[in-house]
């Protein structure tokens, strides 16, 4: 079969190859391998979609931040930021992943030069988009301006979030190794389990959670995301443009540990 594949990033942004809609794909399954390299567009457009709308703080979405690059082994989705308070998010339509192997495989902008009180947030989650009264559930791989109001470049932050609030794993940030800083593109992921989260670098752990209400229990999407607007964790919104690429992601689930597996 011949595939549709993107060649430059001057080509048409993926508002026009990820249709904003509230369709979800139905055939997805908790107990299926999933991958993601975005070098064919007929696969982006089917397992994925562009956020529009408000986002966290003071964020707006806009999904022509989001556009294709590169070809073959270098094929990519460029997220960018900065600029009249808009940032960019992608969301899986799948929205039934569970206990597995979670690995992004992304390249992240240097934000070292912005200067407070103005900060940025790259951000890798599983999430649960929730109704009014649901409690959280949400993992998260995020690098940070900015941590708890105290500069963190060349840092990533481990969370979870559940009905008892937010987790770290750690009392700081887990430094990016030489090769992982910004620029660099390395795998950054979390292995999923009920009773346990460990959280990846180049598929070695690097921090863990076993504190039983810190560990989600619902399936939900993947989603990944750039956004400002909290003064602890990323500042107001810089003025100048950011871009951080998404290369691949691979789900590997953990059939035993699915419900009824």
């Known amino acids: 079969m011949r595939h549709t594949r993107f060649r430059s990033a001057g080509l048409l942004p993926l508002l026009l190859l990820l249709m904003v809609s509230p369709a979800r794909a139905t055939a997805c399954d908790a107990a299926t391998p999933f991958h993601s390299d975005f070098a064919d567009a007929a696969h982006v457009r089917t397992h994925w979609q562009a956020a529009l709308g408000p986002g966290p703080g003071e964020t707006r979405f806009r999904p022509w931040l989001i556009r294709a690059a590169g070809e073959g082994a270098d094929a990519h989705l460029a997220f960018r930021a900065g600029g009249l308070?808009?940032?960019?998010?992608?969301?899986?339509?799948?929205?039934?992943?569970?206990?597995?192997?979670?690995?992004?495989?992304?390249?992240?902008?240097?934000?070292?030069?912005?200067?407070?009180?103005?900060?940025?947030?790259?951000?890798?989650?599983?999430?649960?988009?929730?109704?009014?009264?649901?409690?959280?559930?949400?993992?998260?791989?995020?690098?940070?301006?900015?941590?708890?109001?105290?500069?963190?470049?060349?840092?990533?932050?481990?969370?979870?979030?559940?009905?008892?609030?937010?987790?770290?794993?750690?009392?700081?940030?887990?430094?990016?190794?030489?090769?992982?800083?910004p620029g660099g593109r390395c795998w950054f992921g979390f292995n999923w389990y009920p009773s346990r989260i460990d959280f990846t670098i180049e598929d070695q752990v690097v921090a863990s959670t076993e504190t039983p209400d810190a560990i989600p229990q619902l399936p939900g999407e993947v989603r990944i995301n750039y956004w400002s607007g909290y003064e602890r964790f990323g500042g107001e919104h810089p003025w100048r443009r950011f871009t951080s690429r998404l290369y691949a992601f691979t789900y590997e689930p953990y059939p035993q540990l699915q419900p009824g597996g």
């Open 85 to 181: 308070q808009a940032g960019a998010r992608l969301d899986s339509r799948c929205e039934r992943f569970h206990f597995g192997s979670y690995r992004f495989n992304v390249a992240v902008a240097a934000t070292s030069r912005i200067l407070a009180p103005r900060g940025l947030v790259f951000g890798l989650f599983l999430y649960r988009e929730r109704p009014a009264g649901e409690p959280a559930n949400e993992i998260d791989v995020e690098f940070l301006t900015r941590w708890r109001g105290e500069r963190a470049s060349a840092s990533v932050n481990f969370a979870s979030h559940t009905a008892s609030g937010a987790h770290h794993p750690r009392a700081s940030l887990e430094p990016l190794p030489p090769a992982c800083r």
